[in-house]
């Protein structure tokens, strides 16, 4: 199965790729940064996509690119960077969210889990 975790370098999204690679999947991560919050041999397996959740057209080309079959939707900016920079936390929150749905929709992607 193909596989995509946004916000997949942080702390919940870095710690799900090991039983995801375990189990045989193909794992991408999107994520503004490239490294991981928690770093394991399994994540090293993973392929890391630096870009932005915000950007449609990243988030459409990278599950029609990678044929994914599921995506952990994860990715956000969190509440005391939110207040620093409402507009950033809006892109990333809202429209990186709906981004995700359409991707899904028209990407071909089975199953959107979203925390």
Request: hydrophobic share 40%; proline share 3%.
């Amino acid at each position: 199965m193909n596989v995509l975790i946004t916000g997949g370098t942080g702390n919940i999204g870095s710690r799900l790729v090991i039983p995801l690679v375990r189990r045989g999947d193909r794992v991408f991560v999107l994520d503004v940064r490239s490294q991981p919050n928690f770093e394991s041999p399994e994540f090293r397996r993973a392929q890391v996509i630096t870009g932005n959740l915000g950007d449609r057209n990243t988030v459409l080309e990278l599950v029609k690119s990678c044929k994914i079959d599921s995506i952990f939707h994860f990715g956000a900016v969190l509440s005391g960077s939110a207040e620093e920079n409402p507009y950033e936390a809006w892109r990333a929150n809202m429209d990186g969210t709906l981004n995700v749905l359409d991707a899904a929709r028209f990407g071909g992607a089975q199953r959107v889990i979203f925390s």
